[in-house]
């Protein structure tokens, strides 16, 4: 019987993105089966025109060129420049996009799961959404929660 992976993906940030989907793609490799709960968000994640962004803004953690001070975070467009920064170092680095890690996981068997409270919560269209999602509610992805080995909150 293979392992188990579930998490739940909240945040819709490209920062935010990264995590659910290698952990994920890394599991179904290692042959886990593996589902992402996407809720509030994190629902972001599945429309097929991502538009993230990272800011510096209560992220203290994000390596800047110089060091930034908090009040300088609010100044209009630093925000665009953290995100330019950050797309232009991953693809440096040669790291997946997030678009390709996502395709990553639906070849690799990942089921990705919109949370059907938010869709409605936030007026979303299923026809918004990249092809191969499922939907379901909370109870729907508990029950493979409290089976799993592994379940994460990111």
């Not at 538009?51 to 800047?64: D, I, R, T, Y």
């Not at 509610?137 to 909150?153: K, M, N, Q, W």
Request: net charge negative; charged share 20%.
């Amino acid at each position: 019987m293979a392992k188990k992976l579930a998490i739940i993906a909240s945040k819709g940030t490209l920062d935010g993105a990264y995590p659910p989907f290698l952990l994920a793609s890394t599991a179904a490799a290692l042959g886990f089966e593996a589902k992402i709960f996407f809720t509030f968000y994190g629902l972001q994640l599945l429309n097929k025109e991502l538009k993230l962004k990272v800011s510096p803004l209560g992220n203290p953690a994000m390596p800047m060129p110089v060091p930034v001070p908090s009040i300088v975070q609010i100044i209009p467009g630093l925000e665009g420049f953290a995100t330019w920064m950050m797309k232009r170092k991953l693809k440096k680095k040669g790291v997946a996009s997030v678009e390709e890690l996502r395709d990553i996981c639906l070849e690799s068997g990942v089921e990705l799961i919109a949370c059907q409270m938010t869709v409605d919560l936030f007026d979303f269209k299923h026809e918004d959404f990249i092809d191969g999602i499922s939907s379901g509610g909370a109870a729907t992805f508990l029950e493979f929660a409290s089976d799993a080995d592994i379940t994460l909150y990111i």
